[in-house]
């Protein structure tokens, strides 16, 4: 067999869970497709209810967040950032298209969440912000992060994109920072194809965010009837979905307890019925803290090599059963070594890089296709 084997197992399936179909032939027959209609607002405030934010913007991604990050911390030419290198690409070029210098951090080898214990040495009289990135869901060491950045004066805003629902501490991630961006793309917890939000938890900085999601213009105040006429007061770009979207996404929003309890299922499953194979094999298996209740976004597995790990891939994909590998490190890439970056900067990013393969794991994922992966991994043996 070849890699042409029919897939029995996906690796991601975006799925309707609700009501998807009859509220986005409402917003239709409601005749409001463009942003900021009642399916936006519905999805608004079910997120600053759950969430306790003051103020939640839906917008077109959580690249699109990341970059309204930028904007609202008025970052310039020369300041820095400081991101893990082991993130999606979004999170660092947000900052460089405003002219920042990214400054890349390692992770930690348990949860492959920013080293808090490396940080401070990377702060410097430019550094503008710190970007926790809370991997798979699974809180960053917040409080050691925001002792640091609140005696260097230092911004921290989150990039949640996996995380929702999660939490550190008994509080929700997104609501540590001054802002926080999630992801609603397809192959998120909850999803609307392309889509994300900005959590803003510093009200000072709200008005502002509604002007440059809104092209630079004070469009909110003038439909909100506080000015007469609306004009172009600041930058700013086209950062809110279509009403279209905002209804299929408040649909998954809704069944938020049903997709968390079965995702959840999903996980346990994999643990339970992989944790001896992966001791017997020198496999890691996910690290959550117990400070943490984490979002269950992904199951990933740290196999002992590349070699093995993509001896693995083709392994399970013999057997009909798509997996993926994850970031590369960003310091090595194209981009990330014209910014100084080179081999042994973070070698935990590095190393995990190599290591990390991610199971099938999405609201459709059966019983019977929970068995399938696992018997496939199992027969895995080296
Ligand atoms: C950590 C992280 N941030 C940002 C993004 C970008 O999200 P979006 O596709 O909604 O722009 C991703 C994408 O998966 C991600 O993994």
Redesign the pocket.
Known sequence: MTDQTPLLVDFNSPVMVGRENEYMAQAIAGGKLSGDGPFTKKCNALLEKELGVPKVLLTT??????EMFAFLLDVQPGDEVIIPSF??V??VNAFVLRGARPVFADVRPDTLNLDESRLEALVTSRTKAIVP?H?AGVGCEMDAILEITRRRNVAVVE?N??GLFGKYKGKYLGTFGALA?Q???E??NFTCG???ALLINDPALTERAEIIREKGTNRSRFFRGQVDKYTWVDLGSSYLPSDLLAAFLYAQLEQREKIQAHRRKVWNYYHENLKDWALAHEVHLPYVPSTCEQSYHMFYMLLPTLELRQGFIAHLRRRGIASVFH?LPLHLSDMGVRFGGKPGDCPVTEQVSNQLVRLPFHNALTEDDLAKVVSAVQEFDF
């Not at 991604?61 to 990341?66: D, F, N, P, Y």
Request: aromatic share 16%; glycine share 8%; with cysteine.
């Open positions: 991604s959580c690249t699109h967040a990341l993130t999606f979004s999170t990135v991997y990039d994109a996996h961006a992801s609603f793309h192959t998120k392309e889509g994300g970031y």
